[in-house]
């Protein structure tokens, strides 16, 4: 069964800001971005226990070629990401829930 996905909504906002940023770097990086975080998503779905917990129930995946984390924890039949964030920001950030 295909499990539901949910994000806190600060994510979104965090993911536009992070691709407007790189796309002011180099026109198309900021579409990497969205293309690398899709995939990570997609494995997410698929394999949720392949990444490791980081605190109580909550699991960090990281992006490979950008220096970003999603935390998220699966529930039942969904999967909520709660943050999305630039992996040198202060690790008390990558608990707000």
Known sequence: MKKRLTYHPLV?????????????????LGHDLISE?????????????SFSICFKNFR????????YIVLYEEKDDSL????????KQHPGKRKRL
């Open 80 to 87: 909520y990401i709660y943050n999305f964030i630039h992996a």
């Open 12 to 28: 979104p906002i965090q993911l536009e800001s992070a691709v407007a940023w790189y796309e002011e770097q180099v026109p198309g």
């Open 37 to 49: 975080f899709d995939v990570l998503l997609s494995h997410i779905l698929i394999y949720p226990n």
């Open 60 to 67: 960090q995946a990281s992006l490979k070629r950008f220096p």
